[in-house]
């Protein structure tokens, strides 16, 4: 099933692959389909009634779909292609096959389950570091999915004068498609966790040692640590973006700076310095720490399930977004930087 629906991904235009039934059919057999295969595993008495759902979903939604359009899948390919064959006339025969083997494989573990054999309580992988990179893995896709609609907040933010730039109303991967993946957006979530939130904490420690031995007020500890946080956040979040435009923006054709005031050498400016470093700051005092806290106090079994159905679909919506069809070219309104200091165009780009 999984098979299917990622091939499925993979294959498509993403251009002309909208937010449709078949579109959300598809995320939630992913979804129902990973989750089951890891309640089964489990025993858990979740496994039979998920399965069922997931099957029963699946190609009843395709049947309603197929009867609403002349299609089992929304069609973003040439009606003649082999793709169609494969996606219309051999997939309905692999997912009813694929829904009855979902609900044997759950029908099993509950037999197993009412049998006596214990249901399994653990964490998914039982090593010293998989809370760490479950948490790594949880933040990584779900500020890769915030951080587009971050951008899009920029972006009005350059429309209604608030920051200085230029944007493309007319980008349809940034406006239309809110569930692209922007990798450099869950990247950063996990550099601030591994690297900018520990900083955080060892200035915080730092001043607040020196303000028990008398020597900074204790009134000013907090504001202290917040500024000299703020420095090093914006040291670090300009060095990775300059980093990043020398290596793979060199002819300024993700994004170009040059246009804006107080900028170096094109790939960072100032305005845009201070905006990243604000966000990480509060990410680091204010949001990191409340979602460290919601990780660690929560069971294994809820975190490891979260990872399981986010994962598949993760995988899904990068199948679709970051592999191309060979037979396709990039658009061109999606090849380049719609306009000097316009952030929201780097990562669809």
């Known amino acids: 099933m999984l098979g299917s629906w990622y091939a499925y991904g993979a294959a498509s235009d993403p251009d002309a692959l909208p937010y449709d039934l078949s579109f959300w059919r598809a995320g939630a057999s992913v979804v129902g389909s990973a989750l089951t295969a890891w309640l089964a595993h489990r025993r858990s008495k979740a496994a039979l009634p998920v399965a069922v759902a997931t099957a029963v979903g699946t190609v009843a939604l395709g ?30 025969v692999a997912h009813a096959a694929a829904s009855a083997a979902l609900v044997g494989l759950a029908a099993y573990a509950e037999r197993d389950r009412r049998s006596g054999a214990p249901t399994l309580v653990g964490p998914l992988v039982d090593v010293p570091v998989w809370p760490l990179a479950r948490k790594l893995g949880l933040y990584y896709m779900t500020f890769s999915i915030l951080g587009h609609w971050v951008e899009i907040l920029f972006c009005l933010g350059i429309k209604h004068g608030i920051f200085k730039g230029g944007y493309d109303r007319g980008n349809h991967m940034l406006w239309d ?8 957006e869950g990247t950063a979530a996990v550099l601030a966790e591994l690297t900018l939130l520990p900083v955080r904490r060892a200035l915080h420690r730092r001043i607040g040692r020196q303000s028990e031995m008398g020597y900074i007020a204790g009134r000013y500890v907090k504001p202290l640590a917040i500024c000299l946080s703020f420095l090093f956040n914006q040291v670090v979040c300009t060095s990775i973006d300059f980093g990043t435009g020398m290596v793979a923006n060199r002819n300024y054709e993700l994004w170009d700076y040059r246009d804006m005031k107080f900028h170096f050498m094109g790939q960072v400016c100032l305005q845009n310095s201070l905006f990243y470093s604000v966000i990480a700051t509060w990410a680091t005092w204010r949001l990191l720490p409340r979602l460290d806290a919601l990780v660690d106090g929560a069971r294994d079994t809820v975190l490891d399930g979260t990872l399981v159905g986010l994962g598949s679909f993760f995988v ?23 306009g000097a200091g316009a952030t929201c165009d780097r990562e669809d780009s």
């Not at 309603?64 to 051999?90: C, H, K, L, P, Q």
């Not at 498609?177 to 450099?184: G, Y």
Request: charged share 25%; no cysteine.
């Open 177 to 184: 498609q809110w569930l692209f993946p922007f990798p450099a």
């Open 63 to 92: 049947a309603i779909n197929r009867r609403r359009t002349g299609a089992y899948v929304t069609r973003t390919w040439r009606r003649d292609s082999v793709r169609e064959g494969v996606f219309n006339r051999a997939m309905p």
């Open 316 to 338: 899904f919506l990068e199948l679709i977004y970051h592999v191309i069809p060979r037979n396709r070219a990039l658009p061109a309104d999606t090849a380049g930087d719609a």
